[in-house]
């Protein structure tokens, strides 16, 4: 019997991914070769950016391909070690994919501390994640004492982690989320000032009443209607990160919004900033942004919250659920138990 697991892309989806698009494969644990080590996956990250990868229109990475192990950030074991830089035992994270084991010559893989926080972190606050909210708010967004800051899918693992850092800098922070029990949760547990439902049909005039003075920094992960409701609320010189939006990733064709005329005389007029971004940008900023965000979550200042699914075989399921905002918190998979 096989011992290890893959999950490779089966086929393209068009539109929403299905169960079909993806396929489990059994594969015999592999034998690290010279400068190798083998690698045990204990926990594996999902995110939405998974989904361009499924596709294979220009990206600024390219495609998963027919048959390959699907893309994703893991914590892994060192199970084998044939490299001098890496023990048996030492908790590392790699690029490694949808599977439970893996080959890896140590290029890339980097060393999770233990000491920072639980293990998982690493690819959640204290990880991609966590340094996406933090470069995009802070090197684009530039939130000041007093401004307004909305942040859309609030209470995932980007936008959670956004408004809570925006507090910290002094500014006001308004959620968008779906649901009531995801925005209590943004308010009571995250501290954001509010949280709007963008399920609600009166999102606009919500957004509207919960932003008096307009809004200084809408950082962007959704798209859609939510964008269209953000948008006329932005003040002159308002500063717009844009990470994600999932509102249109299972679009099948590409369509611009009716109102692109006036949206490009709004960013003239009010002198609006839209700046895109890929966390891999802000390269750089790794070491300032470890030092703060693991002091922050330590003090209790930023919160986590984590969605967890069991087994291999649920990362399909848990990835479409993420796709409609199924998930409360950040997006894992327990592949493996961890030993420590």
């Known amino acids: 019997m096989a ?37 045990r996956t204990i926990w594996l990250s999902l995110d939405p950016y998974m989904r361009g990868r499924m596709s294979e229109g220009p990206s600024y990475a390219a495609p998963v391909p027919i048959g390959g192990v699907m893309e994703g950030e893991a914590v892994s074991e060192v199970a084998a070690s044939n490299n001098p830089d890496f023990a048996v035992g030492d908790i590392v994270r790699i690029r490694s994919g949808w599977q439970t084991h893996a080959i890896s010559n140590g290029k890339g893989l980097i060393k999770v501390d233990p000491k920072l926080g639980p293990i998982s972190t690493s690819i959640g606050v204290l990880g991609m994640p ?3 909210a933090y470069t995009g708010l802070l090197d684009i967004g530039k939130p000041q004492a007093g401004e307004t800051v909305v942040v859309a899918g609030a209470s995932g693992a980007v936008g959670s982690a956004v408004g809570q850092i925006a507090k910290i800098k002094g500014a006001r922070a308004v959620g968008i989320a779906g649901g009531k029990d995801k925005c209590d949760y943004v308010v009571n547990e995250l501290g954001f000032d509010a949280c709007i439902d963008h399920r609600d049909p009166d999102l606009a005039a919500k957004l509207k009443d919960a932003c008096p003075k307009g809004i200084d920094v809408y950082f962007e992960n959704v798209g859609g209607a939510v964008f269209e409701a953000v948008f006329p609320l932005l003040n002159p010189f308002a500063r717009v990160p844009v990470c994600g939006l999932i509102a249109h990733y299972n679009d099948t064709e590409a369509k611009p919004p009716k109102w692109a005329a006036s949206m490009m005389r709004a960013i003239l007029s009010k002198r ?21 965000m693991s002091g922050w979550v330590r003090e209790g200042r930023v919160k986590y919250k984590e969605f967890v699914t069991e087994g291999l075989e649920s990362a399909p399921g848990a990835f479409m659920g993420l796709l409609k905002g199924a998930n409360f918190g950040k997006q894992l998979v327990r592949v493996g138990q961890d030993k420590a």
């Open 3 to 39: 011992e290890a697991k893959r999950i490779v892309l089966a086929a393209r989806p068009t539109g929403e991914p299905k169960p079909s698009d993806f396929r489990l494969e059994e594969f015999a644990v592999p034998t690290p070769g010279a400068g190798e080590v083998l690698l």
């Open 130 to 132: 966590g340094m996406t």
């Open 272 to 292: 609006l900033t839209f700046r895109g971004f890929i966390v891999s940008d802000f390269a750089s900023r790794h070491g300032d942004f470890l030092r703060d």
